[in-house]
């Protein structure tokens, strides 16, 4: 017994060498740089003022650097909750309807915004976020009544709200509150006005102080394929 004795303790004497480990290196990412100027523009306006519009392109990284903001604030405890939201129109014929809670039947349609915040935390810290509610994704059909408190709200493909949409939605911002409204008008699955359009008239004739950050075709990143098949819509008017 004495000789296993003095063996253990030879063996927990011995210096623990302690590894990096990816897990580690994904809770701790580096600030997201941006690409472009007007990437950076917008990063300076998500830096300094609650409401942003940003406006342009598919590309651009309008969607990405959102939801890489959202999970950083949410990482760093700088606020209690981030709530996405976006209307549910399709981009041309429709599936029909997704089987599920309301929350699994709208998770398809948030999950650019998802995927890139799973990204940027790692996939089990974005599932306890999710169980413990500190991302919530919110479908319009019930947010009426609803009050977002010391968060951060995202609104994606506002191009697809309606005036009355945007304004029930703008309507629920409370206190310690960012909020990103995110679009691009000239891709609208509407038959009537946009509510986006609408914001956007009012932000500019009223002069509030809300910046509206508009990407160009030259600010898009995602690929010279993107680019290029833009361009060549955007030059037809299709």
């Known amino acids: 017994m004495k000789r296993r004795r003095a063996r253990l303790e030879l063996v927990d004497d011995r210096p623990i060498r302690v590894h990096r480990t990816r897990f580690e290196e994904e809770r701790n990412p580096p600030p997201i740089q941006p690409m472009t100027a007007r990437q950076a523009e917008y990063l300076d306006a998500l830096g300094s003022h609650p409401q942003v519009i940003v406006l342009g392109p598919a590309g651009t990284g309008k969607t990405y650097i959102a939801g890489t903001r959202a999970a950083d604030l949410l990482r760093q405890r700088r606020v ?7 209307p549910n129109v399709p981009s041309g014929r429709s599936l029909g309807f997704f089987p599920g809670s309301i929350e699994e039947k709208i998770a398809p349609w948030v999950a650019p915004l998802t995927e890139t915040m799973k990204e940027r935390m790692g996939e089990g810290a974005f599932e306890i976020a999710v169980k413990a509610g500190d991302i919530e ?21 506002a191009q697809n709200t309606t005036p009355a949409e945007i304004k029930m939605f703008l309507t629920r911002i409370g206190d310690d509150t960012q909020v990103i409204i995110n679009g691009d008008v000239s891709q609208t699955d509407l038959r009537e006005t ?6 956007i008239h009012l932000v500019k004739s009223r002069m509030m102080p809300i910046p509206i950050v508009e990407f160009g075709l030259d600010d898009i990143v995602r690929s010279g394929i993107c680019a290029e098949w833009v361009r060549a819509f955007e030059e037809a008017r299709v």
């Open 80 to 86: 209690a909750k981030v709530v996405i939201t976006r």
């Open 137 to 157: 994704v919110v479908p319009f059909e019930v947010m009426r009544g609803r009050t977002f408190k010391n968060c951060l709200v995202i609104l994606d493909e």
């Open 194 to 199: 946009s509510g986006l359009r609408t914001v």
